[in-house]
Nanobody
Framework: QVQLVESGGGLVQAGGSLRLSCAAS????????MGWFRQAPGKEREFVAA????????IYADSVKGRFTISRDNGKNTVYLQMNSLRPEDTAVYYC???????????????????WGQGTQVTVSS
């Protein structure tokens, strides 16, 4: 069973940047599509970004496209989310997820993911 631990969250001013990391243990992430989701207070969890098993394909929510970049280092068993030009509406708990998949599919729906981290808080002040 894969365990995921997020880090890198914190408080940042609008326009600033943060880099989130998601370290996996208990298994390799090579067989998994990896995704980032977020949940703001009082709102449902929403998709942010996902990356295919070898990193060749990525997808992003429209709200973060052009500002966030997802990447992965399978050798380090880690996935990253670089967040630039942060906005107050990006404030949320950010979750990393792993979904077992064959081929190069990337998934934007939470139901496709098998393992989830505990989340890391990102707060963007105006």
């Amino acid at each position: 069973q894969v365990q995921l631990v997020e880090s890198g969250g914190g408080l940042v001013q609008a326009g600033g940047s943060l880099r989130l990391s998601c370290a996996a243990s208990g298994g390799t992430i090579n067989s998994y599509c990896m995704g980032w989701f977020r949940q703001a207070p009082g709102k449902e969890r929403e998709f942010v970004a996902a990356i295919s098993r070898r990193g060749g394909s990525t997808i992003y929510a429209d709200s973060v496209k052009g500002r966030f970049t997802i990447s992965r280092d399978n050798g380090k068993n880690t996935v990253y989310l670089q967040m630039n030009s942060l906005r107050p509406e990006d404030t949320a708990v950010y979750y990393c997820a792993a979904g077992f998949i064959l081929g190069t599919t990337v998934m934007a729906t939470s139901s496709g993911y098998d393992y989830w981290g505990q989340g890391t808080q990102v707060t963007v002040s105006s």
